[in-house]
């Protein structure tokens, strides 16, 4: 299969923890990526690789790609941290890359 | 710094052509993937295709195969994004990415993303 399935809608009590969640076959093989976009904004790559965050990614963010599903972690969340989120990897082929369906995060 | 910037907007009629670019600066254009990526209004990202420009490599979604043309122009380390004939259902913002440092066997993310066109095809 070359899809990744993600839950829609996830909420957060602001300061605490929440897990989103990314399940597919290519998982056994990639790891996934996650992405954060918020309204009118271009995707912004959080975590990548086993659990590794791009310069300027907030330690509150962490990965987790053992096995499947995958899961993004935010550890404290904070409003600003509302957004939609997106997970990424290779197709089990390898040949092609596909996108989770996204899982939109609400900060209560 | 890894910049990659996108053509501005454009409005279409359903049957027209159309080509939409994204130009690189600050790696090295050729030595990485860079890849297309739909949203719809209101809906999630699609991976479209991809094309490695250091030897043209390129690949298609199932989905958009024989829809679209990716290219790339090495010596002005641009990447486009081509349809013959537009339809209605093409209208959504296009995003261009970039692997970048980080690819690997296991992993191959896009860390660098262009600031997305507007396609709108209305009659």
């Known amino acids: 299969s070359s899809e990744l399935t993600q839950d829609p809608a996830v909420s957060v009590a602001l300061g605490q923890t929440v897990r989103i969640t990314c399940q597919g076959d290519?998982?056994?093989?990639?790891?996934a990526s996650w992405y954060q976009q918020k309204p009118g904004q271009a995707p912004v790559l959080v975590i990548y690789?086993?659990?590794n965050r791009p310069s300027g990614i907030p330690d509150r963010f962490s990965g987790s790609s053992s096995g499947n599903p995958a899961s993004l972690t935010i550890t404290g969340a904070q409003a600003e941290d509302e957004a939609d989120y997106y997970c990424?990897?290779?197709?089990?082929?390898?040949?092609?890359?596909?996108f989770g369906g996204g899982t939109k995060l609400t900060v209560l | 710094e890894v910049q990659l910037v996108q053509s501005g907007a454009e409005v279409k009629k359903p049957g027209e052509s159309l080509k939409i670019s994204c130009k690189s600066s600050?790696?090295?254009?050729?030595?990485?993937?860079i890849g297309w990526v739909r949203q719809m209004p209101g809906k999630g990202l699609e991976w479209m295709g991809i094309?490695?420009?250091?030897?043209?490599?390129?690949r298609y979604s199932p989905s958009f195969q024989g829809q679209i043309t990716i290219s790339a122009d090495k010596s002005i380390s641009t990447a486009y994004l081509q349809w013959s004939s537009l339809k209605a259902s093409d209208t959504a913002m296009y995003y261009c990415?970039?692997?970048?440092?980080?690819?690997?066997?296991?992993?191959?993310?896009?860390?660098?993303w262009g600031q997305g066109t507007l396609v709108t095809v209305s009659s």
């Open positions: 990424n990897s290779r197709d089990s082929s390898g040949n092609h890359w596909v």
């Open positions: 290519s998982l056994r093989s990639y790891y």
């Open positions: 990415a970039s692997t970048g440092g980080y690819c690997s066997i296991t992993s191959c993310p896009f860390d660098s």
């Open positions: 094309i490695y420009p250091g030897d043209s490599d390129t």
């Open positions: 600050g790696y090295s254009f050729t030595n990485y993937w």
């Open positions: 690789d086993k659990n």
